[in-house]
């Protein structure tokens, strides 16, 4: 086959790749539009802290009393949700419109990066499609949390300085700094980028790169503990406090097998080219996947983390990937029909996309199917919630965002928080006790046999509370849903005449 014949056909393999990419794109945006529901139930608590901010309510608020629930993150995805909300938008949607916004902005910021350092431009599409496929980003790049506006505050700090160390101007650098603060106050780890730059200015010039770090880190600190002041120190109790969730073995595991399911292609390709790399010194695109992973390896294992961890170490190493293609001369290579070791990355690229877009097909049907079970769900929990004159306490957060707007009690991080020591179990339990809650929801009946040891990612209450529980209130409906065995609901039992006692 000729060069140009197979430059022809590499052409076509890159629009049919695109093709596909951009099918799957367009699935997730469809699952988004379509869905009333959450999409995850963290999506839930965001879009409620959002209409407390349109009700004019504060956003962070005291962890000893009602509501018992956290907002734990910075304030900026917060805020333009609520700005969408304003202008007449479901915070649902617009919080998912805020991540697709961002998701677009990443990967067009992925395109700018890698044209920067490569010099190859397939190697730049092939880096962008690596990461355009990913069904992690793809998934919370339609999902109404603040994930990927964090990441993509983040790149852009890294893209801007790229431009200074190219360039040389001065306001690059000012603007990293500043995009590294938006980063950090729409989500508070998202510290890579910032590590990374301060590490290459440092090696690159020591004055400069201390100087980078104390005004970049001053400022940020200035504005958090300004946000801190403003809300009576709730921020800080919320976002930094609240956050400090146990670690898990088990759950470090679990991600790190799924993390290697999904970059594990993309690795070989960057192993590959690994003394080149040592070679040319450390690069920013290596700098920011190390920094990247290390922070991976010291949050994965928190009780409550998903995939969506993994976000930015897996758009870093697909930055490094198409590093990698470049260097090595894969294209070239591979267009001369040369019989080179290099060529064969083409297939661990190939199963990568594939593999990707497989996923992200399974996961989108999945999206699809629980919207379904969702609406039956809130269907029938409905005459419960609005019957309800008092307290509701609930396990699922979706329906107090549909039928009332508002969480008293989010278990999952209550527990946390309670058995931490962080907030004070006794209005919730008094309540119970009192009978003051008109409904309480559970993924678990306390009337059955018990089970073993509780699982701590399975949103539930503390053990006090669920004795009180037991004495206080009756099973009165059990309805199927999308998460475990469904929704146990217990209403108030009635109270034992004056003569039975």
Known sequence: MTEQRAETALRWVFAVLAGLTGLALAGHVMVMLHARHELTQV??????????LLRGEALYGDLQHYPFTVAAYGPVFYLLSAGL?????????????????????????????????????YAVWAGVLLIASSPILATWGTTGQVDMLALFFALAALYLYSLFRTRGRTWHLFGAGACLIAALLTKQNMLASGAAIVVLLFLEDRRRGVRFALATGLCGAALALAINAATHGHYLDNAVRANLNPMSAEKFLRLGSKFLRFGGCMLIVVAASLRRAVGEGLHPLHAYLGASAVLLALTAAKVGSELNYEMETLLALGL???????????????????????????????????????????????????????????????????????????????????????????????????????????????????RNFSLVILYEDLFAEPGGPRNPEIPSLPREDLDELRKNYRLVGHIRGPYLNGDYLYAPAAPVPEGAR
């Open 320 to 434: 490094c990937a198409a590093w990698s293609l470049d260097r090595l001369s894969f294209f070239p290579l591979w267009i001369r029909g040369a019989g080179d070791w290099v060529t064969l990355l083409g297939l661990p690229l190939l199963i990568q996309i594939l593999a990707s877009l497989s996923v992200s097909a399974m996961w989108m049907q999945d999206r699809w199917r629980r919207e379904d079970m969702r609406r039956a769900e809130t269907a029938q929990l409905a005459p419960y919630i609005q019957d309800a004159s008092r307290r509701v306490l609930s396990v699922q957060i979706d329906p107090l965002l549909q039928l009332r707007g508002r969480i008293e009690v989010e278990p999952l991080i209550y527990t946390l928080l309670v058995e931490a020591g962080v907030s004070n179990p006794e209005p919730v339990r008094r309540d119970l006790a009192q």
């Open 85 to 121: 909300g304003a202008l007449g938008l479901p915070v649902l949607l617009g919080g998912r419109l805020i991540s697709l916004a961002s998701l677009i902005g990443v990967l067009a910021l992925c395109r700018r990066l890698l044209g920067i350092y490569l010099s190859n431009r």
């Open 43 to 52: 999506e839930s608590i965001v879009a409620i802290q959002a209409l407390k």
